[in-house]
């Protein structure tokens, strides 16, 4: 590929918001990506800084996602305590059937949000073009 501002250089990269090829002199680098100087700069930022803050709304959200999940596992496993206390015991009692479900309900709940999440981040990494 050859520099699209000037045909006698090779190009070594492309701009992010035009893709034109780019040599050395003409390219301008950005954090994160190339624009052609004096022309793209400001576009290039634009979505550089757009992608940067997706990815940032992306982690606030996995980790959101996360923690919920962490939560309701725990909580399953408090409401199993008594059950499996009984069961030891071999004294079971009235509320011990209806916790032991509530905390199967709960930890499945949180697995399945987990194993759903990684589904998606699995998706989004396929998909992302670099
Ligand atoms: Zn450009
Ligand atoms: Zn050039």
Redesign the pocket.
Known sequence: MR?F??SR?EAVGSCRSCLRG??P??LSVLDGGLACKGQCEAVVRKILDLYQQNGRMMALHRQSTHNFAAFQIWLGLGFMVPPVFSMFSQRFSYPDGFLLTMGVLYIGWGVQLCQREEKMRKRLNAADIP
Do not use: A, G, I, V
Request: some cysteine; charged content about 25%.
């Open positions: 520099c501002y000037d250089h780019l040599c002199d003409c």
